[in-house]
């Protein structure tokens, strides 16, 4: 693994790289992906006072050999294949691309934000918690990639963290984007210390009833999901997930798909609710005290990274994450 440089001081656990926008022009007819979504979050938070530029964590950009711990040598040839890399990405484009342009434009992003959610497991168990502002490319797995995931972020995060840290055992993965979380899923197929809480649409991508017995506890929804259909789904598994398992870690994939309008998560969940969720898994996590890591995931439109900001800044008023807490009142 690449030596993540940890400076703790005046740094806040917020995971971030310019380095993470992807460069191409995607066309919107072919896959709806907001390439700024990093920067725009970033800068957002910058604008309200909860970070300074500079006070973010950097992380590094994964290599070949970082990779590898997860990933298969027939996988990591493939991301070096421009063709094999049109398959994962869904856009037939990229297979005309030059392999150095796919690198700078889209993979080396990838690569940066990857290595942010290793870093962001380290972050929060330094911090209790942590946000990386990418990652969470859950359809990937160590053989394979599909649906825009090419590089096994939430495997490499939790495999990195618990070989360095061996009290680290039992991690939660969390996974509330609209899609199904496949791939960290088949990579943990044989390991009952991952448990997976993953609530998405049955009739949405990737459809994979394989890897959905491996979910722990779940709900597959119908599309069109409102608040009061979906709010009341979260706080009864992360109920349920609290009875069956004490985690060391939670790992949770917060993708913003399932937003009312979203073209690919067909859900309609209202912005109040989006920011209630993620209020509803962190106060899980701060109230049992669990370390926690919230990773990206999907989201594809333009208010999105506005939307996360202001759940990020949610989080910060409920919980007293980023601001430095006032001062108790002297007793008299
Ligand atoms: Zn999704």
């Known amino acids: 693994?690449?030596?993540?440089?940890?400076?703790?001081?005046?740094?806040?656990?917020?995971?971030?790289?310019?380095?993470?926008?992807?460069?191409?022009?995607?066309?919107?007819?072919?896959?709806?992906?907001?390439?700024?979504?990093?920067?725009?979050?970033?800068?957002?938070?910058?604008?309200?006072?909860?970070?300074?530029?500079?006070?973010?964590?950097?992380?590094?950009?994964?290599?070949?050999?970082?990779?590898?711990?997860?990933?298969?040598?027939?996988?990591?040839?493939?991301?070096?294949?421009p063709v094999s890399l049109a398959k994962i990405f869904q856009v037939p484009a990229v297979g005309r691309m030059a392999m150095t342009d796919i690198d700078q434009e889209i993979l080396d992003p990838m690569r940066y934000q990857a290595g942010g959610s290793v870093m962001a497991g380290e972050a929060a168990l330094e911090h209790g918690w942590s946000v990386n502002l990418g990652g969470g490319y859950h359809h990937a797995s160590s053989d394979h990639g599909h649906g825009f995931?090419?590089?096994?972020?939430?495997?490499?995060?939790?495999?990195?963290?618990?070989?360095?840290?061996?009290?680290?055992?039992?991690?939660?993965?969390?996974?509330?984007?609209?899609?199904?979380?496949?791939?960290?899923?088949?990579?943990?197929?044989?390991?009952?210390?991952?448990?997976?809480?993953?609530?998405?649409?049955?009739?949405?991508?990737?459809?994979?009833?394989?890897a959905q017995e491996r979910i722990n506890v779940g709900q597959p929804m119908a599309l069109g999901a409102n608040d009061a259909e979906y709010l009341p789904v979260i706080e009864r598994v992360l109920s349920d997930a609290d009875k069956d398992f004490t985690p060391d870690f939670i790992f949770y994939i917060a993708g913003t798909d399932i937003l009312d309008g979203d073209p690919l998560g067909h859900a309609s969940v209202s912005r109040q609710g989006v920011m209630e969720r993620d209020e509803m898994v962190f106060k899980y996590a701060q109230e049992k005290e669990i370390p926690i890591a919230m990773l990206f995931g999907g989201g594809y439109q333009p208010n999105n990274a506005a939307l996360i900001a202001d759940s990020i800044e949610n989080l910060d008023r409920t919980f007293g994450l980023l601001r430095p807490k006032a001062a108790p009142k002297p007793s008299i």
């Open 1 to 81: 693994m690449a030596q993540q440089a940890f400076n703790s001081a005046g740094q806040k656990p917020v995971i971030y790289s310019p380095s993470y926008d992807l460069t191409v022009e995607v066309s919107n007819a072919e896959h709806p992906v907001d390439t700024r979504k990093s920067s725009n979050v970033f800068n957002e938070l910058v604008r309200r006072g909860l970070i300074a530029a500079g006070q973010e964590m950097a992380p590094q950009r994964l290599n070949d050999s970082d990779l590898a711990a997860v990933h298969t040598p027939a996988h990591l040839e493939r991301l070096h294949d």
């Open 149 to 210: 995931c090419a590089i096994a972020d939430v495997t490499l995060a939790v495999q990195a963290l618990r070989a360095k840290h061996p009290e680290i055992k039992n991690v939660m993965i969390i996974d509330l984007d609209a899609h199904q979380g496949d791939g960290y899923a088949r990579d943990f197929k044989d390991d009952p210390s991952v448990f997976i809480v993953d609530v998405y649409a049955r009739n949405l991508f990737p459809k994979d009833e394989e």
